[in-house]
């Protein structure tokens, strides 16, 4: 079936450092998979941080990237220098183009110190 | 523009009851999804209803879950009866249905005795 395997649990970085948190997936039954980071920060709802639907293309935003990987079925989401307002919860996640429900990882509780 | 909109926030129901949960969409929206979210599972499908059809449900929350789109603005979720199990946070979203991003509302934390 179709999944999303990502970095499990928490992971803590010291502020400045780099992050990256492993994203790969299972497209079985989808063609053209498009691909979704979402955040979820502390206090507020879960909200799309990048999307990308093309393979081999990058998408970023807010600091963040994450490049579509079709052949290593991957979408790391990266970032060189990370501050303390990025700490939060972060989910990868598929659709198809379709636009059907999303299929989402189990999400990576990133907490960033001073 | 007011975003997805859940109530209640919190419900506590004892084993057995049944309990209701609301969602109002991103006006205009014609897409609206249901997930349930756990620590373990993270975030399952539940329903997902295009211009108030259902489109897909999650197989495995079938028996005592179900959803519906009285209107375009407006969808319940009943859980009949609660389990212990059940206790998690249900998520509402919608989408425009011309674009990707899916719109989340503030969920609502549901605790089964």
């Known amino acids: 079936g179709d999944s999303v395997t990502q970095t499990e649990g928490q992971v803590t970085v010291s502020e400045s450092k780099s992050l990256i948190i492993n994203c790969t997936y299972s497209a079985t039954s989808i063609g053209y998979p498009n691909l979704f980071w979402y955040v979820r920060y502390p206090g507020e709802g879960l909200q799309l941080l990048l999307k990308?639907?093309?393979?081999?293309q990058k998408g970023s935003s807010r600091g963040f990237e994450a490049t579509y990987n079709k052949e290593a079925t991957s979408f790391h989401l990266q970032k060189a220098s990370v501050q303390e307002s990025d700490s939060a919860v972060y989910y990868c996640a598929l659709s198809d183009m379709g636009g059907r429900a999303l299929i989402f990882g189990t999400g990576t509780t990133v907490s960033v110190s001073p | 523009d007011a975003g997805v909109t859940q109530t209640p926030r919190h419900e506590v129901a004892e084993k057995g009851q049944t309990i209701i949960l609301k969602c109002e969409p991103v006006?205009?929206?014609?897409?609206l999804f249901w997930y349930r979210q756990t620590k373990i599972q993270g975030l399952e499908l539940l329903s997902y209803f295009r211009s108030k059809s259902l489109m897909e449900d999650g197989g495995a929350f079938k028996d005592r879950f179900k959803a519906e789109m009285l209107n375009s603005s407006f969808s319940t979720l009943k859980i009949q009866p609660t389990e212990p199990k059940d206790s998690a946070v249900y998520l509402c979203?919608?989408?425009?249905?011309?674009?990707?991003?899916?719109?989340f509302g503030p969920g609502t934390r549901l605790t089964v005795l």
């Open positions: 990308v639907i093309t393979a081999g």
């Open positions: 979203a919608s989408r425009s249905g011309t674009d990707y991003e899916q719109y």
């Open positions: 006006s205009g929206h014609n897409d």
